[in-house]
Structures are given as structure tokens and as C-alpha cells.
């Protein structure tokens, strides 16, 4: 049984930083595709970053340069450091395991339970 599961949101002020992490279990994040999305109200959930088993990286254009995502395979954890964040990047941020062939939301293999994040003016 794949579980993902996320922490590390919360409310910033814009131009601050958090770090979310993305514990699995059932699912070895070095051998699988491995990526964040987010869903702020109102909008369809949009991919952001993803990491590749190789390690290859891949950012949504809004987020290049802010948002880093990384993984720890001792810890079998994925990371999205968030950076220089605005009040649009306000949204419920997931973590999951998307087809590496297709990262549509619709083709997502696995979701985790999303965590909140808040960005002020």
C-alpha cells in the first residue's frame, strides 16, 4: 500500500521561504517519478515541479527559480523548497507519484493528502 504523506505548510508573508516533505512508504521515491502539484480555490490542480529517477528536475514556468525539489533516498523522502513565495502561490500543495510518461493531474498514480499553503501580502 503506496502512502504519501506531506508536512511543512503553513502561513508565510510574501517573499518568505518554507520547505515541504513528502514521507513514502510502499514506494521507493529513487526509482519512481516523483512531483508536487497544487490546487488553489476554484482552479484545477496544476503540476509543479518533478523529479525524475534519474534525477532529472522539471518546473512549472510560474515557479522556476523559487522552487526546488530534491529527495533523500536514505529517508525515502521528497522535498519542495519554496522560496521568495507570493500570495499566488497560495494553494493546497500535493505530493505524488505521477506516470513519468504523461505528469497530467488526470494520470497521477498516487496522491498524498495535500498541505496547506497561505502566502499574505
Known amino acids: 500500500q503506496v502512502q504519501l504523506v506531506e508536512s511543512g505548510g503553513g502561513l508565510v508573508q510574501a517573499g518568505g521561504s518554507l520547505r515541504l516533505s513528502c514521507a513514502a512508504s510502499g514506494i521507493i521515491v529513487s526509482r519512481n517519478a516523483m512531483g508536487w502539484y497544487r490546487q488553489a480555490p476554484g482552479q484545477q490542480r496544476e503540476l509543479v515541479a518533478v523529479?525524475?529517477?534519474?534525477?532529472?528536475?522539471y518546473y512549472a514556468d510560474s515557479v522556476k527559480g523559487r522552487l526546488t525539489t530534491s529527495r533523500d533516498a536514505a529517508k525515502n523522502t521528497v522535498y519542495l523548497q519554496m522560496n521568495n513565495l507570493k500570495p499566488e502561490d497560495t494553494a493546497v500543495y500535493y505530493c505524488?507519484?505521477?506516470?513519468?510518461?504523461?505528469?497530467?493531474?488526470?494520470?497521477?498514480?498516487?496522491w498524498g493528502q495535500g498541505t496547506q499553503v497561505t502566502v499574505s501580502s
Open positions: 523529479i525524475s529517477s534519474p534525477g532529472n528536475t
Open positions: 505524488a507519484a505521477p506516470n513519468p510518461r504523461d505528469t497530467s493531474a488526470r494520470y497521477v498514480r498516487y
